[in-house]
Protein backbone atom coordinates (compact mmCIF):
# COMPACT_ATOMS: atom_id res chain seq x y z
CA UNK A 1 0.00 0.00 0.00
CA UNK A 2 1.30 3.13 -0.86
CA UNK A 3 1.45 6.00 1.66
CA UNK A 4 3.07 9.04 2.21
CA UNK A 5 3.90 10.97 5.96
CA UNK A 6 4.42 14.89 5.31
CA UNK A 7 6.27 17.08 7.81
CA UNK A 8 8.32 19.85 8.28
CA UNK A 9 5.87 22.58 8.36
CA UNK A 10 5.42 25.47 10.51
CA UNK A 11 5.39 29.18 10.90
CA UNK A 12 7.71 31.09 9.09
CA UNK A 13 8.04 35.00 7.89
CA UNK A 14 8.11 35.98 4.59
CA UNK A 15 11.46 35.40 3.09
CA UNK A 16 12.14 32.59 4.71
CA UNK A 17 12.65 28.63 4.41
CA UNK A 18 11.57 25.51 5.22
CA UNK A 19 12.17 21.98 3.74
CA UNK A 20 9.29 19.79 3.68
CA UNK A 21 9.98 16.15 3.96
CA UNK A 22 7.37 13.19 2.49
CA UNK A 23 8.55 10.19 3.81
CA UNK A 24 7.03 7.29 1.52
CA UNK A 25 5.97 3.54 2.68
CA UNK A 26 4.69 0.41 0.86
CA UNK A 27 6.77 1.36 -2.46
CA UNK A 28 10.05 3.07 -3.21
CA UNK A 29 9.87 6.39 -4.52
CA UNK A 30 11.76 6.21 -7.84
CA UNK A 31 8.74 3.60 -9.05
CA UNK A 32 6.56 6.72 -9.52
CA UNK A 33 6.20 10.36 -10.24
CA UNK A 34 5.60 12.19 -6.76
CA UNK A 35 4.16 15.36 -6.58
CA UNK A 36 4.12 18.25 -4.18
CA UNK A 37 0.56 19.84 -3.40
CA UNK A 38 -0.59 22.95 -1.99
CA UNK A 39 -4.38 23.48 -0.95
CA UNK A 40 -5.24 27.04 0.69
CA UNK A 41 -7.99 27.76 2.88
CA UNK A 42 -10.87 28.55 0.09
CA UNK A 43 -8.87 27.43 -2.74
CA UNK A 44 -8.80 24.34 -5.01
CA UNK A 45 -5.38 21.85 -4.40
CA UNK A 46 -3.04 22.71 -6.89
CA UNK A 47 0.15 21.48 -7.73
CA UNK A 48 3.79 22.90 -6.80
CA UNK A 49 5.96 20.89 -7.91
CA UNK A 50 6.95 17.02 -9.06
CA UNK A 51 9.61 14.84 -9.19
CA UNK A 52 9.42 12.02 -12.09
CA UNK A 53 10.60 8.58 -11.74
CA UNK A 54 12.65 7.76 -14.80
CA UNK A 55 14.75 10.01 -14.47
CA UNK A 56 14.42 12.22 -11.15
CA UNK A 57 13.48 15.63 -14.18
CA UNK A 58 11.64 18.19 -11.50
CA UNK A 59 8.77 20.22 -12.92
CA UNK A 60 7.78 23.48 -11.06
CA UNK A 61 4.29 25.97 -11.08
CA UNK A 62 5.68 29.09 -12.30
CA UNK A 63 4.96 31.37 -9.07
CA UNK A 64 7.24 28.77 -7.26
CA UNK A 65 10.09 28.39 -9.67
CA UNK A 66 13.18 29.56 -8.56
CA UNK A 67 12.38 29.39 -4.90
CA UNK A 68 11.26 25.60 -4.25
CA UNK A 69 13.50 22.82 -5.06
CA UNK A 70 11.85 19.40 -5.00
CA UNK A 71 14.72 16.10 -4.49
CA UNK A 72 14.74 13.16 -3.31
CA UNK A 73 16.87 10.44 -1.21
CA UNK A 74 15.93 6.99 -2.56
CA UNK A 75 18.36 5.72 0.65
CA UNK A 76 15.76 7.04 3.05
CA UNK A 77 12.69 6.48 0.63
CA UNK A 78 12.26 10.54 1.14
CA UNK A 79 10.56 13.30 -1.22
CA UNK A 80 12.00 16.67 -0.13
CA UNK A 81 10.56 20.47 -1.07
CA UNK A 82 13.07 23.09 -0.12
CA UNK A 83 11.11 26.38 -0.02
CA UNK A 84 13.39 29.85 -0.09
CA UNK A 85 12.01 32.94 -0.52
CA UNK A 86 8.52 32.35 0.97
CA UNK A 87 5.25 34.47 0.14
CA UNK A 88 2.02 34.98 2.17
CA UNK A 89 0.36 33.70 -0.58
CA UNK A 90 2.50 30.45 0.17
CA UNK A 91 0.54 29.83 2.96
CA UNK A 92 -1.48 26.43 3.04
CA UNK A 93 -1.47 22.74 3.82
CA UNK A 94 1.14 20.79 1.43
CA UNK A 95 0.82 17.68 0.36
CA UNK A 96 2.65 14.93 -1.93
CA UNK A 97 1.28 12.28 -3.79
CA UNK A 98 2.16 9.37 -6.57
CA UNK A 99 1.18 9.26 -10.05
CA UNK A 100 -0.07 5.81 -10.08
CA UNK A 101 -0.59 5.11 -13.20
CA UNK A 102 2.01 6.51 -15.23
CA UNK A 103 -0.29 8.87 -16.96
CA UNK A 104 -0.78 12.09 -13.99
CA UNK A 105 -0.11 15.67 -15.18
CA UNK A 106 2.00 17.13 -12.99
CA UNK A 107 -0.40 20.22 -12.15
CA UNK A 108 -3.64 18.36 -11.99
CA UNK A 109 -4.12 17.07 -8.09
CA UNK A 110 -6.93 14.28 -9.85
CA UNK A 111 -4.74 12.41 -11.50
CA UNK A 112 -2.68 11.96 -8.51
CA UNK A 113 -3.50 9.19 -5.21
CA UNK A 114 -2.26 8.12 -2.29
CA UNK A 115 -2.11 11.75 -0.44
CA UNK A 116 -0.69 12.16 2.86
CA UNK A 117 -1.95 14.21 5.60
CA UNK A 118 -0.79 16.94 4.86
CA UNK A 119 1.71 19.56 6.67
CA UNK A 120 0.55 23.38 7.28
CA UNK A 121 2.73 25.97 6.09
CA UNK A 122 1.60 29.91 7.54
CA UNK A 123 4.19 32.54 5.87
CA UNK A 124 3.34 35.79 7.89
CA UNK A 125 5.02 38.23 9.85
Known amino acids: QVQFVESGGGLVQPGGSLRLSCAAS????????IGWFRQAPGKEREGTSC????????YYKNSVKGRFTISRDNAKNTVYLQMNSLKPEDTAVYYC??????????????????WGQGTQVTVSS
Open 97 to 114: AADLTGRGDCFVPQTFAS
Open 26 to 33: GFTIDRYT
Open 51 to 58: ISDSDGST
